[in-house]
């Protein structure tokens, strides 16, 4: 099915380790953005990309890494994890422009211990 | 910068009466305006948007919103909630014309629908 993959769907990090949260999607959309979700915060933007190659800052980048070189994916890569990082991370991609809809992947749920 | 306020946490009904989820927006540019909705252990859909033209914008599930530029409104409403209803519903903006990336959320609001 098209749409945006998000792998892994559950993750347990010590402090102090490092991962990649993967995401990639099948509809060509230029547009990606990484969002963290807390409870009573909504979503907050990290990173996000307006095409391959080109990466920028959210609100909330540090800890946070991304890059994007391929049009498909764009992964968002913790550093040295902290337990302030424990969220729900979604992905989410557009065709592009303000006129349209992103489309979000199922999310990543990172538990920081 | 734009920012958005979902002044209710939570909203309790019941079924098959009427809803409205409020939501209030700053912006010192024209804005794109958008509702999603988050279903229990899922991602957001996408709901309605409002981009331009008739302020009153409708979903294919019966709700609407409607634009209300001199009150900085985009509230949804639906006449008659279901069971199924039940979610974390989102307001966002984006600046009009702009990119799609920045697309700033407001905190949401959890409809409960009861019997």
């Known amino acids: 099915n098209a749409g945006v993959t998000q792998t892994p769907k559950f993750q347990v990090l010590k402090t102090g380790q490092s991962m990649t949260l993967q995401c990639a999607q099948d509809?060509?959309?230029?547009?990606m953005s990484w969002y963290r979700q807390d409870p009573g915060m909504g979503l907050r933007l990290i990173h996000y990309s307006v095409g391959a190659g080109i990466t920028d800052q959210g609100e909330v980048p540090n800890g946070y890494n991304v890059s994007r070189s391929t049009t498909e994916d764009f992964p968002l890569r913790l550093l040295s994890a902290a337990p302030s990082q424990t969220s729900v991370y979604f992905c989410?991609?557009?065709?592009?422009?303000?006129?349209?809809?992103?489309?979000f992947g199922s999310g990543t749920r990172l538990t920081v211990v | 910068a734009q920012s958005v306020t979902q002044l209710d946490s939570q909203v309790p009904v019941f079924e098959e009466a009427p809803v409205e989820l409020r939501c209030n927006y700053s912006?010192?540019?024209?804005?794109?305006l958008f509702w999603y909705v988050q279903y229990p252990n899922q991602g957001l859909q996408l709901l309605l948007k409002y981009l331009s033209g008739s302020t009153l914008v409708e979903s294919i599930n019966g709700f609407e919103a409607e634009f209300n530029k001199s009150q900085t409104s985009f509230h949804l409403r639906k006449p008659s909630v279901h069971i199924s209803d039940t979610a974390e519903y989102f307001c966002a903006v984006s600046r009009s014309p702009g990119t799609a990336s920045k697309l700033t959320f407001g905190t949401g609001t959890r409809l409960q629908v009861t019997l």
């Open positions: 989410a991609s557009s065709e592009g422009g303000g006129n349209y809809g992103y489309t």
């Open positions: 912006s010192s540019v024209s804005v794109y």
């Open positions: 509809m060509n959309h230029e547009y």
